[in-house]
């Protein structure tokens, strides 16, 4: 899955698990929003009630928090991606040979671009990391 963490994500991933009592591996940015992935069970104990965890960890870091649920199969980058970018929506996602391609809006398709394509670099990333293959949105 994720292939290298560097030592600003370990220390998100550290706090992540002293405040929510989740252990978790995976921490990414997007949109500069930390987002963590955690094991579908254990996502209303991450969050904590009413949203108590991710609002301590959001004052202290001074960023938007986000818990969503970690892919089991390449079958669910579908509600993956479409969690990460949240509120942004696209059309359709197919996954054919090594690649993964996401059909957007015209809309939609400039959001999840973003200026100077780096939320198209960030995704890029994210679905390399996690499913192995490439990314693109036409």
Do not use: W
Request: proline share 4%; with cysteine.
């Amino acid at each position: 899955m994720v292939s290298t963490i560097d030592m600003q994500d370990m220390r998100y991933l550290n706090l992540f698990t002293r405040m929510t009592h989740v252990s978790t591996r995976f921490c990414f940015k997007y949109n500069e929003i930390i987002i963590f992935c955690v094991p579908r069970s254990l996502v209303s104990k991450a969050i904590g009630p009413e949203g108590s965890n991710i609002k301590k960890m959001s004052v202290i870091l001074r960023k938007k928090i986000k818990v969503i649920p970690c892919p089991n199969s390449i079958s669910d980058a579908k509600n993956f991606i479409s969690n990460i970018v949240s509120p942004v929506t696209f059309k359709d996602l197919e996954v054919k040979d090594g690649e993964v391609i996401l059909t957007a809006g015209s809309q939609s398709k400039a959001a999840l671009i973003g200026r100077n394509k780096r939320r198209l670099k960030e995704m890029q990333e994210i679905v390399k990391d996690y499913f192995g293959k490439e990314f693109k949105i036409i």
